[in-house]
């Protein structure tokens, strides 16, 4: 097992605009360093002390991403330096994110995520609730001035059926094209962990988040 090369495996199968986000969620900062070392400077945590505590050990340079359910009240610690949050499903979640923004005189970066697994999730918004929010940010743009909402974000079921992981992230690209169209914000569609990422490059993923397959197996 060895960081650097699983790294340098997984880039070469990536087409060229796709970026691959390390997770090091519970892996230890030596680690994060070493594939920091071959050259990867993106990564991915789920817990926000955790990749708080990371980012102020760590390199600056390093584009941290919130890939993890986010609680209102622990915005504030990640809001000085976060570069990506995937897990925005709630309009109570965008008024902090946006309001901590203003106070950190930034434009935090967002993606809504959509519950694509159904019955396997309890995160996520329903296309229903998603045009809602689309639509609420929209009309109200002047107010949302210090976020971005710029792709989606999924999680298909942890399952072995290639097909219903296939069918799952077909439902999420066909959301982001609809959106795409009528919003040129959105640019990201974060999609793919270590067992599916290939189906997900096939059905247009652009953003992959692989721990695993990087860092190997979890305590
Ligand atoms: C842990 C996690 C991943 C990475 O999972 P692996 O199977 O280890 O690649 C990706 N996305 C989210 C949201 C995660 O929580």
Redesign the pocket.
Known sequence: MNISDNLKSILNELPKNTTLIA?S?TQSEDKILNAYNTGHKIF?E?KIQEMTKKWENLPKDIQWHM??HVQTNKVKYMAEYVFLI?GVDNMKLINVINKQGGIHRRIIKCLLQVNISKESSKYGLNENQLFEIINHLKINDSIYKNIRIIGLMG?ASFTDDNKLIETQFRFLKNLFLKIKKINSDFTTLSMG???DYLIAIKNSSNMI?????IFGK?N
């Not at 988040?209 to 397959?213: E, P």
Request: charged share 25%.
């Open positions: 997770v969620k991915g789920n890939i993890g995937h999680m962990m270590s067992n988040r692989i721990g695993t397959k979890r």
